[in-house]
């Protein structure tokens, strides 16, 4: 015999129904803008201990603490491409000179789900790409320049398919877990943070993402000449969002 709910336990499940439909709603509107945010103005300062080798010193080595800016300043988008001009990217800590100016980089999406970061001949990409326009078939947007293959996934592996089977020189998705962050960083208790490592024979890069935040931990270490850095973020500042 069929049971049908009454009373309190119909209005029980009326609930339970709303809140599922409600977090299907939200995950169905979630955009790669949610994922990774970088729309212009949004910023990102980060806290960092940096080692390095010193030119023309026979191989001194000095190290300093030091605050770091990441900014988003410009942004283009086109019909499967979307790009942010970021001024002084975390990376710009691997092989620190005190005296050096922050860099300028490009990240760009194509489609929903795949980053790629530029960091050379920066200004001439950004005028190429814009009078390329909606051409996400770039040649610099290739296997060696991607940055994320979203959502991230423990165990996940990208970059050089002919790299992945040994998962060097590529990107692997390593580890998750949840986090605690600075109050500027979040109001959240705890946060989801993937661990993401790039490891080749002279060096090794590794880093911290958190969907709806961006790189939120980084560590990059040479073999060799010293060159270290660990950095954490410390604030967040959300940009303008897109129109």
């Known amino acids: 015999m069929t049971r049908f709910a009454s009373g309190p336990t119909r209005v029980a499940q009326a609930v339970v129904a709303a809140l599922l439909l409600g977090g299907l709603a939200r995950a169905a509107e979630q955009t790669p803008d949610d994922y990774f945010p970088l729309s212009k103005g949004t910023q990102w300062i980060y806290s960092a201990d940096v ?11 000095r190290h300093s603490h030091v605050t770091f800016k990441s900014e988003v300043i410009d942004v283009f988008s086109a019909e499967h491409l979307f790009a942010a001009k970021i001024r002084g990217f975390i990376h710009d800590l691997s092989w620190y000179e005190p005296d050096r100016p922050p860099a ?19 200004a001439e990409f ?47 998705v390593t580890g998750e877990r949840r986090v605690r962050m600075a109050q500027a960083v979040s109001r959240a208790k705890t946060l989801h943070e993937y661990s993401i490592r790039f490891q080749t024979s002279p060096d090794h890069t590794e880093m911290g993402f958190t969907p709806g935040i961006g790189i939120t931990r ?10 270290n850095c660990r950095a954490r973020l410390i604030e967040f500042i959300a940009g303008r969002p897109r129109l």
């Open 218 to 227: 980084y560590e990059y270490g040479h073999h060799g000449t010293v060159a």
């Open 104 to 122: 300028d980089h490009v990240i760009v999406r194509v489609g929903v789900n795949r980053y790629y970061l530029i960091d050379q001949n920066v």
């Open 126 to 172: 950004w005028e190429k790409m814009i009078r390329s326009a909606s051409d996400p078939h770039l040649e610099e947007l290739g296997d060696d320049n991607i940055l994320l293959e979203t959502p991230l996934r423990k165990g996940a592996l990208y970059g050089e398919p002919a790299q992945t089977p040994r998962a060097w020189y590529c990107w692997a």
């Open 51 to 61: 080692d390095w080798t010193v030119l023309n010193t026979g191989g001194e080595v």
